[in-house]
């Protein structure tokens, strides 16, 4: 290599090259030209002749913003008669300070819509209230009637099954005291017999249900059991024990009912 040839790899010809990093060129003209734009616009924005709406808005805020001059007509005549700038309207000064504030209207609805409008919003949220309230009412009903007859079913469930508690207990007792035919058909529990007899039961119980007017029902039946029982064996079905005499039941037997046993 010749001496008059630069060593591009030599330390001198590095040191005279400027340190530029990769896109801070690109990135300065950017700035500057989002800049310039910016500045275009406010230019632009000042420059730009006003709409006759937005002269007018701008001259109303200004009017608004100052307080009326003596040159006016009416503050003067109010000066007259003893008002002073600040002082409230009225005779002991309590009346309005500041002038009745503008209502611009830019619809084209006419004057009362709005509160027609409002009214019947209101008119409806106040029909939706009244539907609500009479599905809770419905639902709250709904719901008693079914805990009513669900504790009904129960408790004629349990009627029954204290009725067939003391059937057998009847027919056992009076088997005890030589009794061979109950007091009623149905003071002792019904028994299968052969098809001929079920055939002349089912005829006989038909002409029976013709000539009886009323139907005891298993509350009526449980209540004449029970005294029955009571009266003539000294049985309790709830207790379960059968007592020396009458004396002896109406002092350890809690009543003649399974709610004087709970």
């Known amino acids: 290599m010749s001496d008059e040839e630069e060593d591009y790899m030599s330390d001198a010809f590095l040191s005279t090259l400027q340190d530029v990093k990769p896109g801070v060129n690109m990135v300065r003209r950017v700035k500057e030209a989002m800049k310039k734009e910016a500045q275009q616009k406010e230019t632009n924005i000042k420059n730009r002749q006003k709409s006759y709406k937005e002269q007018e808005k701008d001259s109303r805020e200004a009017a608004l913003q100052s307080s009326i001059s003596n040159e006016n007509k009416g503050f003067a005549l109010l000066q007259k008669m003893g008002y002073k700038a600040g002082q409230g309207l009225g005779k002991q000064g309590a009346g309005r300070v500041d002038p009745i504030p503008l209502n611009i209207k830019t619809d084209r609805g006419g004057i009362g819509l709005e509160e027609v409008k409002k009214r019947k919003a209101e008119e409806e949220l106040e029909h939706y209230r009244q539907k609500v309230r009479a599905k809770q009412q419905n639902e709250t009903k709904s719901l008693e009637d079914f805990r009513s007859r ?56 038909e002409k029976e249900e013709e000539e009886e007017i009323v139907e005891l029902t298993s509350f009526d039946k449980l209540q004449i059991m029970t005294s029955y029982l009571r009266g003539v064996h000294f049985y309790c079905i709830w207790c379960g024990t059968t007592y020396n005499d009458e004396e002896d039941l109406c002092s350890n037997c809690p009543g003649d009912t399974a709610a004087d046993h709970e």
Not at 173 to 199: C, M, N
């Open 150 to 205: 669900v504790r009904t079913e129960r408790e004629e469930r349990k009627i029954e099954g204290d009725l067939r508690r003391s059937q057998g207990a009847c027919e056992q007792l009076d088997s005890q005291k030589g009794i061979t035919v109950p007091r009623e058909d149905w003071y002792w529990p019904k028994v299968k017999a052969d098809d001929e007899e079920e055939e002349d039961e089912e005829e006989e119980e």
